[in-house]
């Protein structure tokens, strides 16, 4: 959207089109007709409104059969955003947005007015400078609000540890240290630090995933379950999502493994 403003800026009436509401299809289609790069967007952009077109007009929604392995099978599903967008979205996946943008600015007069943005001598190049980055990455996996990763359960992380702890510790792989204690011998020291090092890393990255920030962490906090039970010592960790802050607390027993029958 913010850069379909960009482009919409003091765009002259011939560049934008007398009778067309699109003005940046209109802007698209004129720069496709000397600028290679562009002319390929339009056939894609053609192709995508036909697609979603015919998938607008099967009954109840549905999509006709496609043979097993058929390339048009994969074509994703445009959401109204993207279809309200869809010049630009379609040239930023491509990765020649900005090779457009660059091309529109060394042809300004053409298009614009002496007063446009993309006819500034700074701010256009700029403007083509700053897609630069956008247009080198892959927008194959985008993220919707149903498809989060979360977090495995915590006797999960545990064996994972595990697992990965067996490989650095030849002498005893199945037992570690209580998190929080360095055991000191006069030999192979070195070697207990540095899994103790990997226990702490381990803790502290416990419960992080995509959707939360980890704010802060403390081992040994002590939280009391029912009155005639003893506080018991675990992790606290704080975290931070779009909307709201979390407490989590897991058990010192459980993330050493040796929580056994406990409730």
Known sequence: GVVEACLLHMLKRRAAGFLRTDKVAALFTKVGKTCAIAADVCKKVQE???????R???PNGQEPLKRQGSTTSKTPVLTPQAIKHIWVRTALIEKVLDK???YIVDNCSKYYEKEALLADPVCGPILASLLVGPCALEYTKLKTADHYWTDPSADELVQRHRIHGAHG???SPSKRPALGIRKRHSSGSTSEDRFAASAREYVESLHQNSRTHLLYGKNNVLVQPKDDLEAIPGYLSLHQSADSLTLKWTPNQLMN????DSE
Do not use: P
């Open 48 to 54: 995508l409104q036909q697609q979603a077109e015919s």
């Open 56 to 58: 607008k007009n099967q």
């Open 100 to 102: 457009i943008v660059q």
């Open 169 to 171: 510790r030849q002498d």
């Open 257 to 260: 493994g040796t929580l056994g």
